[in-house]
């Protein structure tokens, strides 16, 4: 089973760049483009927050259109960036996101489910993940122990070294979300979004694993006092394939293309890495 992860796309309105910058837009058709690229395509695609970078019904629209380009299940979890309302009539009728209250749920696909948190909270940067998520959580991994499980939330619960961005993880309910993936043990991975960079740690018993962004990325800055800025830096994704016997890898996948593959053999020369 292969699961694809994009995160943090931060559409904007036609013809605007996101900080007077990025042209996320642009990143995000690209990014469809890679994943329709792919061989052997995702089973399943993951967006990991932040898919708009306003909340706007015409981002929302914009990347619901786009994302109807891929022909697998695609499910999403909402950003500090994106607004819970908004998400849900722009994603009503896709089937998995519940009618009221938080955007949790569950997807029941072997030999891996996903469970999509909701760290939203709103008017905040950070994340908050509220008492009824968690009991959401606690009681969809006691209902299947023995599966192998993907927890997603766009909130990163742990320090990373990118002072600024740590300013803003999840801070509300981060111990106790620790102390439920810590009693379950088929939880794979925690995989999140937020902090457009690949970074990942040893936590509460699991991996967890921050994706890069398919747009711009914060600068890789480890001073405490570093600024809060961003680069361009190559838009990346994350590629989750379950193997029998080895368990989740994960693999960061570029979304442009670069020149190449080139043989290892040519001719009868021989020749290798
Ligand atoms: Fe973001
Ligand atoms: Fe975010």
């Not at 992860?5 to 890679?34: C, K, M």
């Not at 950003?79 to 849900?88: F, I, V």
């Not at 509220?130 to 939330?153: Q, R």
């Amino acid at each position: 089973m292969l699961i694809a992860q994009i995160s943090d796309l931060h559409v904007r309105p036609a013809g605007v760049l996101a900080y007077g910058v990025s042209e996320t837009n642009a990143y995000a058709e690209q990014a469809i483009n890679a994943l329709l690229r792919l061989r052997p395509a995702p089973d399943l695609v993951i967006v990991t927050g932040d898919l708009t970078d306003a909340g706007l019904p015409t981002e929302f629209a914009y990347i619901a259109d786009l994302l109807d380009r891929l022909p697998m299940p695609v499910v999403c979890i909402p950003g500090n960036h994106d607004r819970r309302e908004t998400m849900r009539t722009a994603f009503a009728g896709k089937g998995y996101l519940p009618i009221d209250g938080r955007l949790d749920f569950v997807v029941e696909t072997r030999p891996v489910r996903l469970i999509g948190l909701d760290s939203l909270w709103e008017g905040h940067g950070s994340g908050r993940l509220e008492p009824e998520s968690l009991a959401f959580l606690a009681e969809t991994l006691a209902a299947a122990p023995d599966v192998p499980t993907v927890v997603a939330l766009h909130h990163p619960p742990f320090v990373c070294g990118i002072a600024h961005m740590d300013r803003i993880r999840l801070l509300d309910g981060a111990e106790r979300f620790a102390a439920v993936v810590a009693g379950h043990p088929q939880v794979e991975r925690v995989i999140t979004g937020h902090h457009h960079r690949p970074v990942a740690v040893r936590w509460a018993g699991t991996i967890c694993q921050i994706a890069p962004s398919v747009a711009h990325q914060v600068t890789l800055a480890l001073a405490p006092d570093a600024a809060p800025d961003f680069v361009l830096e190559p838009p990346a994704f994350l590629l989750h394939n379950w193997i029998e016997g080895t368990g989740l890898v994960t693999h960061q996948a570029y979304v442009q293309r670069a020149p190449g593959p080139f043989p290892f053999f040519q001719g009868k020369s021989g020749g290798t890495a």
